[in-house]
């Protein structure tokens, strides 16, 4: 393709991916080689380092797996359920599919719907938290199964884009957590896998602990389109990638990036989804256990520290066997 500058040189590529450069030819060369060598080492790595599960530590058949205990431990979306954030619905309320629930018929998502792997609970936050804290890059295939599971056959014309990290984080982290799963959801799912689409512009401060208004004016222009990808972006239909979607503040943030850009339905593809519903439910749960009244804790106590009563050996009577 022409170059828009021709009287300064240019340094960027701006032809097809079949007449690109010598280097590029090279770079895929390598990038391929290594992935043949990873997977001649495979069994040699997995005789020295045996394969265990990452919840239990119990032996298992590869990397990228689970015992069958764990399996059974995760929570998978139910049906009925909306359309548009995977909280669950009653039989009375899901008259037909595609329902929403209250909130969302209330303030309808930018979004075309939540397609989560599995719910967020005990089991699926042990798995994210090795996998993105812990190194375990082996589960990305187990988890990009489950959400392509969720998601069905894409047609050529959507775009697969994960959420971005900083810099920053990014040189600190090594990878991609989201880049890396969208990875995984385009080899099963088909699609194009666009990793830089949207760009992180600033450094934001970790969003654990904070409130759902906290997160979103953190995030506040905080993503943006990279412009070298906004072509690309303008009517396309686009399926969003991230680990874990908790109050919807970061993945809003990017649906806002890509409808600004053109982008016509973008669905959101995740390992695992928060629910509000869930968390309640588990404190309830913790809230509703049984406890022995304060009287009697203390009255059990203070029998504890008593002293056991003395045995009178004279038979006669005494001041301690007299009633």
Known sequence: MRCENPGRRCVHWHGDGAAAPRWQGVGRAVNGLRHEIGRALAPAVDLIFPPRCPLCGDSIAAQSGLCA?????????????????????????????????????????????????????????RIVLAYKHGRRLALAPMMGRLIAARLGPLGPDWLIVPVP??????????????????REVQQRCGGTLVVDALLRQRRTRSLGGLGRKARRKELAGAIAINRRRADRIAGANVVLVDDVVTSGA??????????????????????????????????????????????????????????????????????????
């Open 69 to 125: 205990a764990c399996w059974s431990e995760l929570t998978l979306p139910g049906q009925p359920a909306c359309a548009a954030c995977q909280c669950p619905l009653s039989d009375r309320t899901a008259t037909e599919a595609g329902s929403l629930c209250a909130p969302c018929l209330d303030k309808p998502p930018r979004h075309a719907g939540i397609f989560a792997g599995t719910l967020y609970d005990d089991a699926s936050r």
């Open 165 to 182: 990290l900083h810099r920053w984080r990014l040189w600190h982290r090594g990878f991609n957590q989201a880049a890396l799963l969208a």
């Open 250 to 323: 970061t993945t809003d943030a990017c649906v806002t990036a890509l409808k600004h850009a053109g982008a016509r339905d973008v669905r959101i593809a995740c390992w695992a989804r928060v629910l509000d519903q869930l968390r309640a439910a588990k404190r309830n749960a913790r809230s509703h256990r049984p406890r022995a009244p304060r009287d009697e804790i203390a009255g059990s106590a203070s029998a504890a520290r008593q002293p056991p009563p003395r045995r009178c050996l004279d038979p006669k009577p005494s001041p301690c066997t007299r009633s």
